[in-house]
């Protein structure tokens, strides 16, 4: 058996996390989320290219909070599209290969469990934790909560199966980074916080 990364391990809490919310005993990955969908056109616009040799510039606080609240919800909004309709080229335009796969596993869990979600997930209450660099390469790391009020996990006979006890947010930590250039969503992780959302 291979050691599992840090980044699955923090995935699969998120994947717990968001179990206990839809009361549902499948893996569903946080694919269970669909954000508010980004306005026509936004793509994540800053890239940092730096000579070889030297440190990539930060962001400010600002603009790292910005890259975040364009980034994540359309990232989160192409997995949920790709949950639906099997096409996971969007999603990899916007996130790294290990979440990318990580969301392939949850819609495929949603699938053998004849599971889906209706209505909007919002993403929001996004705050800087860390802008750094990582071995050559700008990491961001953002509070945010998951709003899963407006939704319903339906079975195959369009029951809502999502408890009446579920919270409805969940607060979690966002990773985004260059790849090697351009932002990508790395990573979610739970936020241990009752008070955060």
Not at 17 to 22: E, G, I, N, S, Y
Request: glycine content about 8%; proline content about 8%.
């Amino acid at each position: 058996m291979t050691p599992m990364r840090s980044g699955e391990r923090s995935r699969r809490a998120v994947t717990a996390a968001l179990l206990v919310m839809l009361s549902v005993g499948s893996a569903i990955g946080v694919s269970g989320c669909a954000p508010q969908e980004p306005a026509p056109g936004s793509t994540p616009s800053p890239t940092l290219s730096a000579p070889l040799g030297t440190a990539p510039v930060l962001p400010t606080n600002e603009e790292a909070l910005a890259i975040v609240e364009e980034l994540v919800p359309a990232a989160i909004a192409a997995e949920v599209r790709a949950g639906t309709t099997g096409d996971f080229a969007e999603l990899e335009t916007l996130a790294g290969p290990d979440y990318v796969t990580e969301a392939r596993t949850g819609a495929e869990n949603m699938a053998a469990e004849s599971l889906h979600i209706t209505g909007q997930i919002h993403v929001d209450s996004f705050a800087v934790q860390s802008v750094s660099v990582d071995h050559g390469l700008v990491v961001i790391r953002t509070y945010g909560c998951y709003d899963i009020s407006s939704t319903q996990l339906v079975d195959v006979t369009g029951t809502n199966v999502r408890g009446s006890e579920v919270p409805v947010r969940v607060p979690v930590v966002f990773r985004v980074q260059t790849d090697p250039l351009d932002f990508k969503l790395m990573e979610t992780s739970p936020w241990p916080s009752s008070t955060s959302c």
